[in-house]
Protein backbone atom coordinates (compact mmCIF):
# COMPACT_ATOMS: atom_id res chain seq x y z
CA UNK A 1 0.00 0.00 0.00
CA UNK A 2 1.75 3.14 -1.24
CA UNK A 3 0.52 5.53 1.04
CA UNK A 4 3.34 7.11 2.04
CA UNK A 5 2.72 8.33 5.71
CA UNK A 6 5.43 6.95 7.46
CA UNK A 7 7.44 9.60 9.73
CA UNK A 8 9.91 11.55 8.57
CA UNK A 9 10.45 13.39 11.23
CA UNK A 10 10.48 13.02 15.19
CA UNK A 11 7.44 15.46 16.01
CA UNK A 12 5.78 14.29 12.98
CA UNK A 13 2.15 15.25 14.87
CA UNK A 14 3.28 18.81 15.87
CA UNK A 15 2.39 18.12 19.57
CA UNK A 16 3.52 19.70 22.71
CA UNK A 17 6.24 17.02 22.99
CA UNK A 18 8.06 18.21 20.01
CA UNK A 19 10.78 20.11 21.93
CA UNK A 20 11.59 17.09 24.42
CA UNK A 21 11.91 15.08 21.74
CA UNK A 22 14.29 17.05 19.68
CA UNK A 23 16.86 17.04 22.87
CA UNK A 24 16.32 13.52 23.21
CA UNK A 25 16.74 13.23 19.02
CA UNK A 26 20.28 14.92 19.18
CA UNK A 27 21.88 17.48 17.00
CA UNK A 28 23.06 15.35 14.79
CA UNK A 29 20.17 13.65 13.80
CA UNK A 30 18.13 16.47 13.77
CA UNK A 31 20.62 18.10 11.49
CA UNK A 32 20.42 14.83 8.93
CA UNK A 33 16.66 14.60 9.09
CA UNK A 34 16.24 18.35 8.28
CA UNK A 35 18.73 17.63 5.18
CA UNK A 36 16.97 14.77 4.04
CA UNK A 37 13.62 16.61 4.22
CA UNK A 38 14.74 19.21 2.29
CA UNK A 39 16.42 17.30 -0.28
CA UNK A 40 12.79 15.39 -0.80
CA UNK A 41 11.02 18.66 -0.81
CA UNK A 42 13.28 20.19 -3.25
CA UNK A 43 13.46 17.14 -5.41
CA UNK A 44 9.09 16.24 -5.88
CA UNK A 45 9.07 20.04 -6.34
CA UNK A 46 11.47 19.38 -9.41
CA UNK A 47 9.92 16.21 -10.58
CA UNK A 48 6.04 18.27 -10.18
CA UNK A 49 7.38 21.35 -12.15
CA UNK A 50 8.68 18.89 -15.07
CA UNK A 51 5.33 17.24 -14.92
CA UNK A 52 3.62 20.32 -15.51
CA UNK A 53 6.29 22.03 -18.02
CA UNK A 54 5.64 18.38 -20.10
CA UNK A 55 2.12 18.67 -20.28
CA UNK A 56 1.86 22.18 -21.25
CA UNK A 57 4.38 21.96 -24.36
CA UNK A 58 3.05 18.86 -25.31
CA UNK A 59 -0.61 18.71 -24.35
CA UNK A 60 -0.84 15.20 -23.89
CA UNK A 61 0.10 12.54 -20.89
CA UNK A 62 2.06 10.16 -23.33
CA UNK A 63 5.67 10.39 -22.94
CA UNK A 64 5.35 12.21 -19.50
CA UNK A 65 6.72 8.94 -17.52
CA UNK A 66 9.18 8.36 -20.13
CA UNK A 67 10.42 12.30 -19.30
CA UNK A 68 10.25 12.07 -15.76
CA UNK A 69 11.24 8.53 -14.49
CA UNK A 70 15.10 9.41 -13.42
CA UNK A 71 14.24 11.39 -11.19
CA UNK A 72 11.41 9.87 -9.56
CA UNK A 73 13.33 6.47 -9.86
CA UNK A 74 16.18 7.95 -7.71
CA UNK A 75 14.24 10.70 -5.21
CA UNK A 76 11.40 7.30 -4.64
CA UNK A 77 14.77 5.00 -3.95
CA UNK A 78 15.98 7.04 -1.83
CA UNK A 79 12.91 6.87 0.60
CA UNK A 80 14.71 3.47 1.60
CA UNK A 81 16.72 5.27 3.70
CA UNK A 82 13.24 5.82 5.57
CA UNK A 83 13.43 2.29 7.11
CA UNK A 84 16.90 3.23 8.43
CA UNK A 85 15.76 5.91 10.17
CA UNK A 86 12.72 3.60 11.83
CA UNK A 87 15.77 0.95 12.40
CA UNK A 88 18.17 3.43 14.02
CA UNK A 89 15.81 5.00 16.30
CA UNK A 90 15.20 8.54 14.76
CA UNK A 91 11.85 8.40 14.16
CA UNK A 92 9.42 6.86 16.05
CA UNK A 93 7.46 5.29 13.21
CA UNK A 94 6.94 1.64 13.58
CA UNK A 95 10.10 0.04 11.26
CA UNK A 96 7.44 -2.56 9.89
CA UNK A 97 4.64 0.04 8.43
CA UNK A 98 7.34 2.43 6.90
CA UNK A 99 9.25 -0.37 5.04
CA UNK A 100 5.63 -1.98 3.73
CA UNK A 101 4.68 1.54 2.40
CA UNK A 102 8.25 2.27 1.07
CA UNK A 103 8.71 -1.24 -0.96
CA UNK A 104 5.10 -0.44 -1.76
CA UNK A 105 6.78 2.70 -3.96
CA UNK A 106 9.56 1.06 -4.73
CA UNK A 107 7.50 -1.86 -6.24
CA UNK A 108 5.37 0.15 -7.99
CA UNK A 109 7.94 2.20 -9.55
CA UNK A 110 10.59 -0.81 -10.56
CA UNK A 111 8.83 -3.73 -11.17
CA UNK A 112 5.57 -2.73 -12.03
CA UNK A 113 6.16 0.83 -14.11
CA UNK A 114 9.90 0.55 -15.19
CA UNK A 115 9.64 -3.51 -15.87
CA UNK A 116 6.48 -3.04 -17.72
CA UNK A 117 7.29 -0.48 -20.99
CA UNK A 118 3.06 -0.94 -22.40
CA UNK A 119 1.89 0.56 -19.53
CA UNK A 120 3.65 3.58 -19.03
CA UNK A 121 1.27 5.82 -20.96
CA UNK A 122 -1.47 4.62 -19.00
CA UNK A 123 -4.19 7.89 -17.53
CA UNK A 124 -4.02 5.67 -14.64
CA UNK A 125 0.22 6.21 -14.39
CA UNK A 126 -0.59 10.03 -14.01
CA UNK A 127 -3.44 9.80 -11.59
CA UNK A 128 -1.05 8.52 -8.83
CA UNK A 129 2.22 10.26 -9.96
CA UNK A 130 0.28 13.36 -9.10
CA UNK A 131 -0.97 11.88 -6.01
CA UNK A 132 2.47 10.92 -4.91
CA UNK A 133 3.86 14.18 -5.58
CA UNK A 134 1.52 16.42 -4.47
CA UNK A 135 1.40 14.10 -1.16
CA UNK A 136 5.17 13.91 -0.84
CA UNK A 137 5.36 17.64 -1.59
CA UNK A 138 3.15 18.10 1.25
CA UNK A 139 4.76 15.49 3.82
CA UNK A 140 8.37 16.66 3.74
CA UNK A 141 7.85 20.36 3.92
CA UNK A 142 5.61 19.37 6.95
CA UNK A 143 8.48 17.55 8.53
CA UNK A 144 10.90 20.23 7.04
CA UNK A 145 9.07 22.95 9.36
CA UNK A 146 8.37 20.45 12.07
CA UNK A 147 12.29 20.35 12.46
CA UNK A 148 12.61 24.14 12.40
CA UNK A 149 10.06 24.26 14.89
CA UNK A 150 8.37 26.68 12.57
CA UNK A 151 5.48 24.72 10.91
CA UNK A 152 2.92 26.95 9.20
CA UNK A 153 -1.15 26.36 9.78
CA UNK A 154 -1.32 26.36 5.83
CA UNK A 155 0.96 23.17 5.74
CA UNK A 156 -0.14 21.29 8.82
CA UNK A 157 -3.79 21.45 7.63
CA UNK A 158 -3.05 20.34 3.75
CA UNK A 159 -0.96 17.50 5.73
CA UNK A 160 -4.14 16.03 7.08
CA UNK A 161 -6.78 17.02 4.66
CA UNK A 162 -5.02 16.26 1.30
CA UNK A 163 -4.80 13.13 1.97
CA UNK A 164 -7.96 12.50 1.82
CA UNK A 165 -8.90 12.84 -1.76
CA UNK A 166 -5.14 12.10 -2.97
CA UNK A 167 -4.66 8.97 -1.25
CA UNK A 168 -8.01 6.94 -2.62
CA UNK A 169 -6.85 8.99 -6.30
CA UNK A 170 -2.94 7.24 -5.61
CA UNK A 171 -4.45 3.66 -4.78
CA UNK A 172 -6.68 4.14 -7.78
CA UNK A 173 -4.17 4.73 -9.92
CA UNK A 174 -2.08 2.03 -8.65
CA UNK A 175 -4.50 -0.92 -8.97
CA UNK A 176 -5.16 0.13 -12.68
CA UNK A 177 -1.99 0.18 -13.62
CA UNK A 178 -1.35 -3.13 -12.43
CA UNK A 179 -4.73 -4.21 -14.11
CA UNK A 180 -2.82 -2.92 -17.51
CA UNK A 181 0.16 -4.80 -16.63
CA UNK A 182 -1.61 -8.59 -16.06
CA UNK A 183 -2.04 -9.24 -19.97
CA UNK A 184 0.83 -8.65 -20.70
CA UNK A 185 2.68 -10.19 -18.00
CA UNK A 186 0.45 -13.02 -18.03
CA UNK A 187 2.17 -13.31 -22.70
CA UNK A 188 5.43 -12.83 -21.33
CA UNK A 189 5.86 -14.84 -18.22
CA UNK A 190 8.01 -12.18 -16.95
CA UNK A 191 9.87 -12.67 -13.61
CA UNK A 192 8.01 -16.04 -13.67
CA UNK A 193 9.69 -19.44 -12.64
CA UNK A 194 9.01 -22.39 -14.12
CA UNK A 195 8.56 -26.02 -13.66
CA UNK A 196 11.10 -28.35 -13.68
CA UNK A 197 13.70 -26.61 -12.74
CA UNK A 198 17.13 -27.72 -10.73
CA UNK A 199 15.84 -25.57 -7.53
CA UNK A 200 12.17 -27.37 -7.98
CA UNK A 201 10.53 -24.17 -6.89
CA UNK A 202 8.13 -22.02 -9.07
CA UNK A 203 7.07 -18.77 -9.10
CA UNK A 204 4.25 -16.85 -11.13
CA UNK A 205 4.17 -13.08 -11.15
CA UNK A 206 1.03 -12.64 -12.77
CA UNK A 207 -0.97 -14.52 -9.93
CA UNK A 208 1.54 -12.55 -7.47
CA UNK A 209 0.23 -9.49 -8.99
CA UNK A 210 -3.14 -10.69 -8.33
CA UNK A 211 -2.30 -10.93 -4.55
CA UNK A 212 -0.79 -7.76 -4.43
CA UNK A 213 -4.36 -6.31 -5.56
CA UNK A 214 -6.04 -8.18 -3.22
CA UNK A 215 -4.01 -7.10 -0.52
CA UNK A 216 -5.06 -3.46 -0.90
CA UNK A 217 -8.42 -4.32 0.38
CA UNK A 218 -7.86 -5.06 3.84
CA UNK A 219 -4.67 -2.33 4.15
CA UNK A 220 -6.39 0.76 2.78
CA UNK A 221 -9.01 0.96 4.94
CA UNK A 222 -6.68 0.49 7.58
CA UNK A 223 -4.16 3.11 6.66
CA UNK A 224 -6.61 5.87 5.49
CA UNK A 225 -9.19 5.49 9.11
CA UNK A 226 -5.43 5.62 11.14
CA UNK A 227 -5.13 9.29 8.90
CA UNK A 228 -8.71 10.21 9.37
CA UNK A 229 -7.70 9.58 13.10
CA UNK A 230 -4.79 11.56 13.14
CA UNK A 231 -6.05 14.37 11.65
CA UNK A 232 -8.85 14.39 14.71
CA UNK A 233 -6.13 14.59 16.87
CA UNK A 234 -4.02 16.99 15.06
CA UNK A 235 -6.43 19.05 13.83
CA UNK A 236 -9.22 19.20 16.54
CA UNK A 237 -7.54 17.81 19.43
CA UNK A 238 -9.73 14.99 19.99
CA UNK A 239 -8.14 12.35 22.25
CA UNK A 240 -7.64 9.16 20.08
CA UNK A 241 -6.32 5.95 21.41
CA UNK A 242 -4.55 4.02 18.63
CA UNK A 243 -4.44 0.04 18.80
CA UNK A 244 -0.69 -1.68 19.59
CA UNK A 245 0.75 -2.69 16.27
Not at 30 to 59: C, H, S
Not at 83 to 111: E, K
Not at 208 to 219: D, G, H, N, R, V
Request: with cysteine; aromatic share 16%.
Amino acid sequence: MASSEEDGAPEAGGDREAPRRRRRLGSLATAWLTFYNVAMTAGWLVLAIAMVRFYMEKGTHRGLYKSIQKTLKFFQTFALLEIVHCLIGIVPTSVLVTGVQVSSRIFMVWLVTHSIKPIQNEESVVLFLVSWTVTEITRYSFYTFSLLNHLPYFIKWARYNFFIILYPVGVAGELLTIYAALPYVKKTGMFSIRLPNKYNVSFDYYYFLLITMASYIPLFPQLYFHMLRQRRKVLHGEAVVEKDE
